[in-house]
């Protein structure tokens, strides 16, 4: 499976403010992450944006001000719009290591070769990183991203513990 070459790094929520800065939903690792970019392009529009000011905001998230963003009904009008980089631009991962990307749309299956669906996002709500995978009767289950859990993955395909399967 070819992997798309941008990784989408957060996700604009919302204006903050007046003056044109917006609220992020940050994936992934967080605003460390964002503070190592100067530009991001926006959806497939072909924009960039240009960070200009960043800071966490206490909640899990940021707020960003953007070169390209002057007030406040232009960052209402971003609301829903995702930020994202060529992955080229990005560090290299170590060993166990991924992005969110690579992991969507991979096959699962179970440590016994059983297809047991595709996965369709990954979430974390805090402790790890939550994989969740559709059925193909398009019922979805989560599981943790943790090695009892999921045993392996490459760029094709996700091996679970069959365990996992009918939660």
């Known amino acids: 499976m070819t992997k798309d070459s941008s990784v989408t790094l957060a996700a604009i929520t919302g204006a903050h403010g007046v003056t044109g800065e917006v609220r992020l939903k940050l994936l992934g690792e967080g605003i460390e992450a964002l503070t190592r970019q100067k530009s991001f392009d926006v959806g497939e529009s072909g924009r960039t944006l240009t960070l200009t000011k960043l800071r966490g905001d206490s909640k899990g998230g940021a707020i960003a001000r953007f070169a390209e963003i002057t007030d406040r009904a232009a960052a209402e009008i971003l609301r829903g719009t995702v930020l994202s980089v060529a992955r080229e631009v ?34 974390n709500f805090g ?5 969740e995978i559709e059925k193909p009767d398009g019922k979805a289950f989560m599981i943790p991203m943790i090695k009892t859990a999921v045993l392996e993955w490459d760029g094709e395909r996700l091996v679970i513990s069959g365990e996992f399967v009918d939660q």
Do not use: Q
């Open 90 to 123: 990005l560090p290299a991962l170590d060993e166990g290591e991924y992005y969110h990307a690579d992991l969507i749309g991979l096959v699962v299956v179970t440590e016994a070769g059983e297809a047991v669906g595709r996965t369709i996002a990954v979430h």
């Open 127 to 131: 402790a790890t990183d939550i994989v």
